[in-house]
Every structure is written in structure tokens, then in C-alpha cells.
């Protein structure tokens, strides 16, 4: 969700700044921006960018709402969502590249002795020139930022699978094993749930039977460990539902197969 804050500020701070412009629309319009192959007006420009940014929002709030619905699971919100990233990040780099089209175009204008047709080549060259630039640019800072993101979601999402194994550890300490083998099986709900996601398959987060489903389907579990798990999910419903004791042995093996599962699916000692 701060990752989502932060995104959202972002956009409604660079929106906020395009509407607070709109003082000067007379102003605006009275500005050209001449880029060689078309003429560009200020007060258009910030329109087209207001109208880029709230497409973005759009789909990043629609994405949000629906995510832990069925409609959320649907793959296209996968490639909406990239088509809006690819957008934020083209939008965000346009000022620069309009800036350097300009700059491109008055040179040519310093040089009288060429003819109008090479005039109009060197032109028709910046155009292709600064729209492979901005393409190029827009799916660099995409992929940048994925690859980023994934990353710095990894490590968070170790950090909290961590303390809430350390959590069910610590309540077996105490002696509370019915509630240690709630939090085991947490551990391995969200542990598959992260995984899925990280493979970008949509799925809900509290629908187990899906996220086994999938999970099975794309090799995050094996028939192996398909009966420790249901065994751990049937633990889980009757300590959830009723005043079941499970005995120290129980809620001790719940936890070793949690660490061991972890433990081959990610290859590190935890």
C-alpha cells in the first residue's frame, strides 16, 4: 500500500502542478513549441499530460480495487498494468525529450545554406530520432522499475515470512502449539501467495484452494508435499474452529516442515 501512496502522490503532485498553469491558459496558448515536423501549442501539451496522468491513476486505482477479487485474477491487468507504467515513465521524460527536439531544430535553423528539402530530411530524422528515444527510454525506465520493485518486494517479503515463522517458533516455546500451527500455516499461505505473485500469476490472497491449485500447476509444490500440506491445512480449520489441543509433537512438525519447505524453494538457511 506505501508503494501504491507513493505512486499516487507522485501522479496527483505532477497533475496538480499542470491544473495550477491553468492561471495562465491565455498565456499558454500564445506559446508554440515548433519541433520541425509540427508546431506544438504550451497550453495543449499540458492538457495531453494531465489526460496521460489521470489514465494512469485510473488504472492503477482500478488494479488496486479489484485485486483480491475475481476479476483481479484476470492475466490482461498484467499488461494494463505495464501499459500504464510504460506511459507514467513516458510522461515523466517527455518534458526532457521535447526540450532536446527543440534544441535540435533551432540548430538546423542556424545554418542558411541548406535547402528546404535537406531542411525537411534533417526534420523527418529528429522526428524518428526522438520518438525511438522516448520508446526506447519509456521501456528502459519500465523494466528498470520492475526489476527494482520485484526486488525490493522479495526482501520484504522475506523479512515478514522470517518474523512470522519466528512467531510460531516462539509461541511453540511458550506451549501455545494450537496457535503455533495457525501461524505455520500462515507462514506457508502467504510463502505460495508471493510466489505466484512474483511469477505474475493472479490469484486471491485468501482463496487456498486456488493459490494449492496453482501452486501444484506451476511447481511450487510437489505431489510429495501435497499430503503434509493438507494435513497442516486440517490442522489449521479445526485449531481455527473448535477447542482442539494439538500436542507439542504436532505443532513441532508443522514447524519443520514449514522451515524445510522454505528452505528448498528458496535455498537458504533459515
Not at 515548433?34 to 488494479?63: H, K, N, Q, R
Not at 526532457?96 to 542558411?112: A, E, K, M, T, V
Not at 520508446?135 to 523479512?159: C, D, E, P, S, W
Not at 486471491?204 to 511447481?219: A, E, M, V, Y
Request: proline share 1%.
Amino acid at each position: 500500500m506505501d508503494k501504491l501512496k507513493d505512486k499516487y502522490e507522485i501522479i496527483l503532485g505532477f497533475v496538480t502542478l499542470v491544473i495550477s498553469f491553468s492561471a495562465f491558459k491565455e498565456e499558454l496558448a500564445k506559446i508554440s513549441l515548433p519541433l520541425g515536423y509540427t508546431t506544438l501549442i504550451a497550453s495543449d501539451f499540458l492538457l495531453y499530460i494531465v489526460i496521460g496522468f489521470g489514465f494512469c491513476l485510473y488504472w492503477f486505482i482500478m488494479e488496486n480495487v479489484f485485486r483480491e477479487t475475481k476479476i483481479g485474477t484476470w492475466k490482461i491487468w498484467n499488461y494494463i498494468l505495464k501499459i500504464s507504467y510504460f506511459l507514467f515513465a513516458l510522461l515523466l521524460i517527455t518534458p526532457i525529450l521535447l526540450g532536446l527536439n527543440i534544441l535540435l531544430y533551432q540548430i538546423i535553423g542556424l545554418f542558411d545554406g541548406l535547402n528546404d528539402k535537406t531542411q525537411k530530411t534533417l526534420r523527418f530524422i529528429i522526428a524518428i530520432i526522438s520518438s525511438g528515444i522516448s520508446a526506447y527510454a519509456g521501456v528502459m525506465a519500465v523494466k528498470f522499475y520492475l526489476v527494482l520493485n520485484k526486488h525490493k518486494k522479495r526482501i520484504q517479503v522475506q523479512t515478514e515470512e522470517i518474523l512470522e515463522l519466528e512467531n510460531a517458533q516462539k509461541l511453540f516455546d511458550e506451549g501455545f502449539y494450537s496457535q503455533s500451527v495457525l501461524e505455520s500455516f500462515k507462514v506457508l499461505e502467504s510463502h505460495l501467495y508471493n510466489e505466484l505473485t512474483n511469477k505474475e500469476i493472479r490469484v486471491q490472497k485468501h482463496k487456498f484452494n486456488d493459490i494449492l491449485r496453482l501452486s501444484l500447476s506451476n511447481g511450487l509444490l510437489s505431489d510429495n508435499d501435497l499430503p503434509w500440506v493438507n494435513d497442516l491445512r486440517s490442522m489449521r480449520n479445526v485449531a481455527a474452529h473448535s477447542d482442539t489441543a494439538y500436542t507439542k509433537e504436532q505443532a513441532l512438525q508443522s514447524l519443520q516442515f514449514i522451515r524445510e519447505f522454505l528452505k528448498s524453494t528458496r535455498g537458504q538457511h533459515i
